[in-house]
């Protein structure tokens, strides 16, 4: 199970939401007696994972808020290991979709094994004179690193987006919230003010009397 979030907080829900579908996931997995190999991209997963007692194989830092192709191929690189080595058998992605400024939900999907398309009478009947160089088992091992390298580099882009959009968002009611609590106090200090002068006149006029 790969799991995407972002290296720093102070974005709303976008951090915890990710972390907790993994964790269901990974504890959904265990249940039907998987075993999990976990990974991860993000600080944020780091401390989360660490305090449950969920252990990570590793977690990939420092490029969250602006993923490169590189990094997508690094990711890529270390979770494809276990699988053509035959240790694991299937490779999930947790992440968050961006489907809108407004819109993003977090998205579970399984991204090996690949899903074969679905033959046709025309594919079907010259499957017999198809010859492939070399062996097709050796061929989509060289191929599948492709689109799931594409895969993962669309997940961090689309995470990095999802997480800037959260920020903004968590920022922006973070200033609403702090332009009323000044709005509150100020009308707290006038009446404040406003009592204490009105009881120094009360104090004169009683005394003048």
């Known amino acids: 199970v790969l799991a995407i979030v972002g290296d720093r907080g102070l974005s709303g829900a976008y951090n915890s939401n990710v972390l907790r579908a993994t964790e269901r996931h990974v504890q959904d997995l265990k249940s039907r007696g998987v075993n999990v190999r976990l990974f991860a991209v993000g600080k944020k997963a780091t401390n989360y994972f660490r305090f449950r007692g969920i252990a990570t194989e590793e977690v990939f830092a420092g490029f969250a808020d602006r993923p490169t192709f590189a990094d997508a191929r690094t ?7 276990p699988y053509f080595a035959g240790d694991v058998q299937e490779l999930h992605l947790v992440s968050t979709k961006y489907i809108s400024s407004a819109t993003q ?3 579970n999907r399984i991204l090996l094994p690949l899903q074969a398309p679905e033959a046709d009478a025309s594919s079907s009947q010259l499957k017999g004179y198809t010859e492939f160089e ?3 088992s050796t061929l989509i091992a060289g191929l599948v690193r492709i689109p799931i390298e594409s ?8 995470g990095a987006a999802s997480f800037h959009t959260s920020q903004q968002r968590a920022m922006a009611a ?3 919230n702090a332009d009323e609590l000044r709005r509150v106090l100020t009308r707290v200090m006038n009446s404040a003010r406003q009592a204490s002068i009105t009881t120094e006149i009360m104090e004169i006029v009683g005394g003048a009397e």
């Open 174 to 176: 973070a200033t609403e």
């Open 75 to 81: 990711v890529s690189n270390v979770v494809l290991a």
């Open 151 to 158: 895969e993962i580099f669309t997940a961090l882009l689309e």
């Open 134 to 136: 070399p062996e097709l």
């Open 105 to 107: 939900r977090v998205d």
